[in-house]
């Protein structure tokens, strides 16, 4: 794979300077979650990677989405132990953080998805549209805490997502001892348990994840202590969301097909990888203490792929839709293993290891990765210096004789 450097240098040099600063004070965290997680890296052998526990666990949710994309087609029916593993082996790394995070901002479309696959889609489960616009404000209740740390240098953990974390687990559990049967009887006069469920997201958002953010910003404003005066470069971080989420309603309203209707999971899928790559860059901005980039690459080609879906001047929007998503799916994975590989480069150590990358082998790398016109340089060089070698010595043979 043909690697970009998607980090410039003055955000590297940022990287060797990073310390991690979070405030969790959610009390589920502090007094359940974290002594479990203290309880269950003891088992966790020290030559394991704390990024390959993160992988893996995202993995597990990954292979859980396709498997209900499989046989719920039409929706009819560790994280934290990787931290803990990172500071037990001294392998902490800024690496380690976005690599988590990164992953987490993805990981916020299957969640979702897998989740409202248990309560259906008939007239007991959800719309599709309902999901959709619930799946916006748990995207935007995930940058929240980030655009926190842009403006403030701290990562104030949200409440919100160690109850949804629970709350999930506890869903799946019941779900495999009573089956998804039970969530289609009103659980409170007549209303259904995805009307509680869809409650607590909106609810636990407007109340507490969205307030908690604006109040400690707030804080930082008055106490003189935000890292971004200007207004507009304190909002900055929105622009991106805004524009996508502004694009994707676009095509969801204007669809001649009625897009998301047939083909709920892509789009959810297309949307979330979209905004998880403009959360990494946002990560990556926070994390070095630099600007965040205004607009993301994405959007102009993804205005040009709406334009088209709505107006029906590509016939088959399926297939329209097929193509964009594995554009900006590949692209996000082009971008997530340049950024690991060069991060990984740069703090002399291996993503999936705590061992530390062999020097020779490192060498022989970013030889490999050199641009061809500065070997072909290099070569030429090579060359007429041996040919003067050679010159040289027959003068002198000559001279000799």
Same mark, same amino acid.
């Given at each position: 794979?043909?690697?970009?450097?998607?980090?410039?240098?003055?955000?590297?040099?940022?990287?060797?300077?990073?310390?991690?600063? /979070?405030?969790?004070?959610?009390?589920?965290?502090?007094?359940?979650?974290?002594?479990?997680?203290?309880?269950?890296?003891?088992?966790?052998?020290?030559?394991? /990677?704390?990024?390959?526990?993160?992988?893996?666990?995202?993995?597990?949710? %990954? =292979?859980?989405?396709?498997?209900?994309?499989?046989?719920?087609?039409?929706? !009819?029916?560790?994280?934290?132990?990787?931290?803990?593993?990172?500071?037990?082996?001294?392998?902490?790394?800024?690496?380690? *953080?976005?690599?988590?995070?990164?992953?987490?901002?993805?990981?916020?479309?299957?969640?979702?998805?897998?989740?409202?696959?248990?309560?259906?889609?008939? *007239?007991?489960?959800?719309?599709?549209?309902? $999901?959709?616009?619930?799946?916006?404000?748990? =995207?935007?209740?995930?940058?929240?805490?980030?655009?926190?740390?842009?403006?403030?240098?701290?990562?104030?953990?949200?409440?919100?997502?160690?109850?949804?974390?629970?709350?999930?687990?506890?869903?799946?559990?019941?779900?495999?001892?009573?089956?998804?049967?039970?969530?289609?009887?009103?659980?409170?006069?007549?209303? =259904?348990?995805?009307?509680?469920?869809?409650?607590?997201?909106?609810?636990?958002?407007? @109340?507490? @994840?969205?307030?908690?953010?604006?109040?400690?910003?707030?804080?930082?404003?008055?106490?003189?202590?935000?890292?971004?005066?200007?207004?507009? *470069?304190?909002? $900055?971080?929105?622009?991106?969301? %805004?524009?996508?989420?502004?694009?994707? !309603? !676009?095509?969801?309203?204007?669809?001649?097909?009625?897009?998301?209707?047939?083909?709920?999971?892509?789009?959810?899928?297309? &949307?979330? !990888?979209?905004?998880?790559?403009?959360?990494?860059?946002?990560?990556?901005?926070?994390?070095?203490?630099?600007?965040?980039?205004?607009?993301?690459?994405? $959007?102009?080609?993804? @205005?040009? &792929?709406?334009?088209? /879906?709505?107006?029906?001047?590509?016939?088959?929007?399926?297939?329209?839709?097929? $193509?964009?998503?594995?554009?900006?799916?590949?692209?996000?994975?082009?971008?997530?293993?340049?950024?690991?590989?060069?991060?990984?480069?740069?703090?002399?150590?291996?993503?999936?290891?705590?061992?530390?990358?062999?020097?020779?082998?490192?060498?022989?790398?970013?030889?490999?990765?050199?641009?061809?016109?500065?070997?072909?340089?290099? *070569?030429?060089?090579?060359?007429?210096?041996?040919?003067?070698?050679?010159?040289?010595?027959?003068?002198?043979?000559?001279?000799?004789?």
């Amino acid at each position: 794979m043909a690697l970009y450097e998607y980090v410039t240098q003055e955000q590297l040099a940022s990287f060797d300077k990073y310390k991690y600063s /979070a405030v969790d004070s959610n009390p589920l965290s502090v007094y359940v979650m974290h002594p479990f997680w203290n309880f269950v890296v003891k088992f966790l052998p020290t030559w394991l /990677a704390p990024n390959l526990i993160t992988f893996t666990g995202f993995m597990f949710l %990954v =292979l859980n989405f396709f498997m209900l994309a499989f046989y719920d087609f039409d929706f !009819t029916a560790s994280d934290g132990v990787d931290g803990k593993q990172a500071r037990r082996t001294n392998s902490s790394t800024p690496l380690g *953080e976005l690599f988590d995070h990164g992953l987490d901002s993805w990981a916020c479309i299957f969640f979702v998805a897998t989740v409202y696959s248990i309560f259906g889609r008939g *007239e007991s489960g959800v719309a599709v549209l309902t $999901l959709y616009y619930i799946l916006w404000v748990v =995207l935007f209740s995930f940058i929240l805490s980030h655009w926190e740390k842009y403006n403030t240098g701290i990562l104030f953990l949200p409440w919100g997502y160690d109850i949804s974390q629970v709350t999930i687990s506890l869903v799946y559990l019941v779900t495999a001892v009573v089956g998804v049967e039970k969530w289609y009887q009103p659980c409170l006069w007549h209303y =259904l348990y995805r009307d509680l469920f869809s409650f607590m997201i909106i609810v636990c958002s407007f @109340t507490v @994840t969205l307030p908690m953010s604006l109040y400690n910003v707030l804080k930082g404003y008055r106490g003189n202590t935000l890292k971004h005066s200007s207004l507009y *470069e304190a909002f $900055l971080p929105f622009l991106s969301p %805004v524009l996508l989420f502004v694009l994707s !309603t !676009t095509w969801v309203v204007f669809s001649p097909s009625n897009i998301l209707e047939l083909q709920p999971r892509i789009f959810y899928l297309m &949307v979330g !990888t979209a905004f998880a790559n403009v959360t990494c860059k946002l990560i990556v901005c926070q994390m070095s203490n630099t600007r965040c980039q205004p607009l993301s690459w994405m $959007l102009p080609p993804m @205005t040009l &792929v709406v334009v088209l /879906a709505a107006t029906g001047t590509v016939a088959n929007e399926t297939l329209l839709l097929y $193509l964009w998503t594995a554009v900006v799916i590949l692209a996000h994975i082009h971008y997530g293993v340049s950024v690991v590989k060069q991060l990984s480069n740069h703090f002399n150590i291996l993503a999936f290891s705590l061992k530390k990358p062999n020097i020779a082998q490192r060498l022989n790398e970013e030889c490999v990765q050199k641009p061809s016109t500065e070997r072909t340089h290099s *070569e030429g060089t090579s060359r007429r210096t041996g040919h003067r070698k050679r010159h040289d010595t027959a003068w002198r043979r000559s001279a000799h004789a």
